[in-house]
Every structure is written in structure tokens, then in C-alpha cells.
T-cell receptor, first 112, second 116 residues
Framework: QQQVKQSPQSLIVQKGGISIINCAYE??????FPWYQQFPGKGPALLIA?????SEKKEGRFTISFNKSAKQFSLHIMDSQPGDSATYFC???????????FGAGTILRVKS | NAGVMQNPRHLVRRRGQEARLRCSPM?????VYWYRQLPEEGLKFMVY????????ESGMPKERFSAEFPKEGPSILRIQQVVRGDSAAYFC??????????????FGQGTRLTVV
């Protein structure tokens, strides 16, 4: 019940295309859903996060879509750029406790 | 405002030795979390500490691993009698408070432990 399942494991997108990464969770106590971006040799950096009171959040080229009834959320990267090539992790936690449960990660490669 | 500082960045230990990993949280942050990342896997929670208190150690192996966050100084993750399976990247994250708004966790750059 503590798992967060992430797909796909890897993704190749052409420059300018849309990258879509999906996550699903089971624990209904989760109410904070961040996405982290990690470059090789670096720590994860918070990219964007959403709470379940909204169904979508957009920051620049990055959008989170959230479906509470399906217990799914996704990251969309519009106009993908080679600099977006990284590993992306979805995560979840409960509002009153910051322990994060991470998905397994998606390796994104944007081809120029 | 410096970010979360971890050292060393790389650590090589022989089997049976002790590894000590240090984490200095961001200024003003009193909550520290340790995560472990095995190759090509996501991060797994290990332990959550506040100053002088262990709040949740449900992700810590029962033996050989310990963590502390003293009143003064960095948080320490200690691994005794290391084995090859301990080879991983260990990340520390800090946040200003527990739960509620503005509690995003900020990660350090990690310590990559290699056991030979």
C-alpha cells in the first residue's frame, strides 16, 4: 500500500515533443505529490508538486495532472529540450508527514 | 543560503570497515531525512530525525545502521561492518517543519559509498 508505481522506465522524445510520465498510488492517505528531476551524479531537485485539491498544476513547460478517483498523476513536459534529459521521479507523502515514497524513476532522453 | 551539504561525496570502504556519512541541513531546517538509492532504482526512505530525536526509523536495516542528529553539528548516518550490498548513493534531505505547507524537502548531492 506504500508503493508508488511509475511508468515508463525509459522514454525517448524528439526535441519539441511532449514527454509524459505516469504514476499510480494506492495509499489514500497520500496528499502531496511532488516530481523530482535528477541529473547524473546529483541529488534530486524538486521540479513541481501538487496537492489533491486541484486536478492540474502548470509551471512553465511542466504540468502535473492529477486524478484523485483513479489515484493516478502524471507529469507532462511540453516542448521537450535536450537539457531536460534526466531521470524523473514521482513521489508521494501524507500532508502531516514528509517521508516520501518514490517511484522507480523514468530515464528521459530528448533527442535534438 | 547554502543548500543541504553532504560529505564526503565519495567514500570507499573495505568490507568490515565503518562508514560515516555526514549531512548538514539547510539553515533554519530542523528536520532531516536519509534515503538510499541503489543503482537504477528509486530512493528508499531510511530514517527521519529532528534535533536529538529519531522520529521514524522504519526504513533502517535492523543491524549495523544507525543515525543521529545531535543538538550541535551535522546529522550522521553510520554503517558498521560494511558489506558489498551497502554500496549505494545515500541522500540526505532537510525541511523546515513537519507537514503542512512549505515543507518541501531539499536534497543534498549525496554520498556515493563503494564497498570493496
Amino acid at each position: 500500500q506504500q508503493q508508488v508505481k511509475q511508468s515508463p522506465q525509459s522514454l525517448i522524445v524528439q526535441k519539441g515533443g511532449i514527454s509524459i510520465i505516469n504514476c499510480a498510488y494506492e495509499n489514500t492517505a497520500f496528499d502531496y505529490f511532488p516530481w523530482y528531476q535528477q541529473f547524473p551524479g546529483k541529488g534530486p531537485a524538486l521540479l513541481i508538486a501538487i496537492r489533491p485539491d486541484v486536478s492540474e498544476k502548470k509551471e512553465g513547460r511542466f504540468t502535473i495532472s492529477f486524478n484523485k478517483s483513479a489515484k493516478q498523476f502524471s507529469l507532462h513536459i511540453m516542448d521537450s529540450q535536450p537539457g531536460d534529459s534526466a531521470t524523473y521521479f514521482c513521489a508521494a507523502s501524507s500532508f502531516n508527514y514528509d517521508k516520501l515514497v518514490f517511484g522507480a524513476g523514468t530515464i528521459l532522453r530528448v533527442k535534438s | 543560503n547554502a543548500g543541504v551539504m553532504q560529505n564526503p561525496r565519495h567514500l570507499v570502504r573495505r568490507r568490515g570497515q565503518e562508514a560515516r556519512l555526514r549531512c548538514s541541513p539547510m539553515k533554519g531546517h530542523s528536520h532531516v531525512y536519509w534515503y538510499r538509492q541503489l543503482p537504477e532504482e528509486g530512493l528508499k526512505f531510511m530514517v527521519y530525525l529532528q534535533k536529538e530525536n529519531i522520529i521514524d526509523e522504519s526504513g533502517m536495516p535492523k543491524e549495523r545502521f544507525s543515525a543521529e542528529f545531535p543538538k550541535e553539528g551535522p546529522s550522521i548516518l553510520r554503517i558498521q561492518q560494511v558489506v558489498r550490498g551497502d554500496s549505494a548513493a545515500y541522500f540526505c534531505a532537510s525541511s523546515p517543519s513537519r507537514g503542512g505547507p512549505f515543507t518541501e524537502a531539499f536534497f543534498g548531492q549525496g554520498t556515493r559509498l563503494t564497498v570493496v
